[in-house]
């Protein structure tokens, strides 16, 4: 009997296809004030062992190695990987890593190896939110923190409409789609930590806000959303394909031209609304 070989087809992760799809550092350009001054907000100190979970091209991680911490970056985009690395290298930071890895399943990561996981608009977007949970839980150290922002469903400010928005032209989820927004709700995380083995005494929250700045009009970030960001994307592709496109852009460019507080029209200074997460292990 003759053996037959089949080729099996490559498995696409959709989370880490969406994620590559864009470029995302020309919007992370825009994050960086807000990304420092959020870390400054969390007691880094040097020596302090930190994850930065779904960390993209480094908005958070590298202030958090700038104040002396241990720092590993885990980002599911392999091409937000390079840019970090890139942008580590041209600091010469030499307290930071930053690899490939899936926030579902951090393969190679120890239990209980940080004093502090950090996940900033990153793991809320991974699939499994029960199995992110139990990971953050699990690679934390007792005592130690877990601090996640998270976007706000139906929250009148940017992202969250951006999301709102692009939801409308874009085909409905498979079957078993698991909103990353309800990440923003507090009784979802309570849930999803409790499994975990937190009780909600241990969990806490505030409503904080993000600011993205540029030194452009809020029409050209609409553009780079248009281009970059892979949830906008797809809207596109998909109203293009209704013939809606146009609507779509008028939609977003409504939104960012009312967001925006910059004094200057060609200038963008837009706050975004975000809930801030701490979990103590």
Same mark, same amino acid.
Request: proline letters at 7%; a negative charge; one cysteine or more.
């Given at each position: 009997?003759?053996?037959?070989?089949?080729?099996?087809? +490559?498995?696409?992760?959709?989370?880490?296809?969406?994620?590559?799809?864009?470029?995302?550092?020309?919007?992370?350009?825009?994050? !960086?004030? &807000?990304?420092?001054?959020?870390?400054?907000?969390?007691?880094?100190?040097?020596?302090?062992?930190? %994850?930065?979970?779904?960390?993209?091209? #480094?908005?958070?991680?590298?202030?958090?190695?700038?104040?002396?911490?241990?720092?590993?970056?885990?980002?599911?985009?392999?091409?937000?990987?390079?840019?970090?690395?890139? @942008?580590?290298?041209?600091?010469?930071?030499?307290?930071?890593?930053? !690899?490939?890895?899936?926030? +579902?399943?951090?393969?190679?990561?120890?239990?209980?190896?940080?004093? %502090?996981? /950090?996940?900033?608009?990153?793991?809320?977007?991974?699939? *499994?939110?029960?199995? /992110?949970? *139990?990971?953050?839980?699990?690679?934390? @150290?007792?005592?130690?923190?877990?601090?996640?922002?998270?976007?706000?469903?139906?929250?009148? +400010? %940017?992202?969250?409409?951006?999301? *709102?928005?692009?939801?409308?032209?874009?085909?409905?989820?498979?079957?078993?789609? /698991?909103?990353?927004?309800?990440? $923003? /709700?507090? &009784?979802?995380?309570?849930?999803?930590?409790? *499994?975990? #083995?937190?009780?909600?005494?241990?969990?806490?929250?505030? @409503?904080?806000?993000?600011?993205?700045?540029?030194?452009?009009?809020?029409?050209?970030?609409?553009?780079?959303?248009?281009?970059?960001? $892979?949830?906008?994307?797809?809207?596109?592709?998909?109203?293009?394909?209704?013939?809606?496109?146009?609507?779509?852009?008028?939609?977003?460019?409504?939104?960012?031209?009312?967001?925006?507080?910059?004094?200057?029209?060609?200038?963008?200074?837009?706050?975004? +609304?975000?809930?801030?997460?701490?979990?103590?292990?």
């Amino acid at each position: 009997m003759n053996e037959s070989t089949s080729i099996q087809p +490559t498995t696409v992760n959709p989370n880490k296809a969406l994620w590559e799809k864009g470029d995302f550092t020309s919007i992370a350009t825009t994050m !960086r004030e &807000s990304g420092t001054a959020l870390v400054d907000k969390l007691g880094i100190t040097p020596g302090m062992n930190v %994850l930065d979970l779904g960390c993209g091209d #480094g908005t958070t991680a590298l202030p958090e190695a700038r104040l002396g911490a241990n720092v590993t970056g885990i980002d599911i985009a392999s091409n937000l990987v390079a840019a970090a690395n890139k @942008r580590i290298q041209e600091e010469g930071l030499t307290n930071i890593t930053v !690899r490939e890895g899936d926030a +579902t399943n951090l393969e190679g990561i120890n239990d209980e190896s940080f004093d %502090l996981a /950090v996940s900033i608009f990153g793991a809320m977007f991974a699939p *499994k939110p029960f199995d /992110v949970a *139990k990971e953050l839980v699990r690679i934390t @150290r007792p005592g130690g923190r877990i601090v996640m922002g998270n976007w706000i469903p139906n929250d009148p +400010t %940017l992202v969250a409409q951006i999301l *709102k928005i692009s939801s409308a032209y874009t085909p409905p989820p498979p079957e078993g789609f /698991v909103s990353p927004m309800l990440w $923003g /709700v507090e &009784s979802h995380v309570i849930e999803r930590f409790g *499994k975990a #083995g937190i009780p909600p005494t241990n969990i806490s929250f505030e @409503r904080d806000t993000y600011t993205f700045i540029a030194l452009f009009s809020p029409i050209e970030m609409v553009e780079r959303f248009r281009k970059f960001y $892979g949830p906008t994307m797809n809207a596109f592709e998909a109203a293009e394909k209704d013939g809606r496109a146009a609507d779509l852009q008028r939609e977003l460019e409504q939104l960012f031209i009312r967001e925006n507080r910059s004094e200057d029209s060609s200038h963008t200074y837009i706050p975004a +609304t975000f809930l801030r997460v701490t979990v103590i292990r």
